[in-house]
């Protein structure tokens, strides 16, 4: 992943964010939309791209454009940052790849404690009991 070349492709687009504000808020455009397209980016190789796609399925548009907004500041530039820290993340994340997990057999002391221990409880529920009329 070349995390430059990746930026470089990004599209940006500014405009009014929802919420309380004042007067100024209806003049200014501060939320940011940010739009990366998987399929004709340059800086992933097709391998990633594919891991990308099947990863992010279900946040991805039918032309494969990955969309994120941000209105958490007032500032612009601001939203336009955290913008890019947050796909920059969203695509690290995606390209992990998970460790495979080696099964495991619970140790002979662990499965004697256990059963021990289950003795014990049975023991102590069989004291609860009448005792029987004879």
Not at 5 to 33: C, D, W, Y
């Amino acid at each position: 992943m070349n995390t430059e070349t990746i930026l470089n492709e990004v599209q940006f687009k500014a405009m009014r964010s929802s919420g309380p504000g004042g007067q100024h808020v209806n003049k200014v455009s501060s939320k940011v939309e940010l739009s990366f397209s998987i399929q004709s980016s340059n800086g992933l190789t097709e391998l990633e791209k594919e891991r990308i796609m099947h990863k992010l399925q279900s946040r991805l548009t039918k032309d494969s454009l990955l969309l994120l907004q941000c209105d958490e500041t007032r500032s612009q530039h601001k939203n336009k940052a955290l913008a890019t820290k947050r796909l920059v993340e969203l695509l690290k994340k995606a390209l992990e790849v998970p460790k495979k997990r080696k099964p495991t057999k619970p140790s002979k002391s662990s499965v004697e404690k256990r059963l021990k221990s289950k003795k014990m409880d049975a023991a102590k529920k069989a004291l609860r009991k009448k005792p029987d009329q004879g």
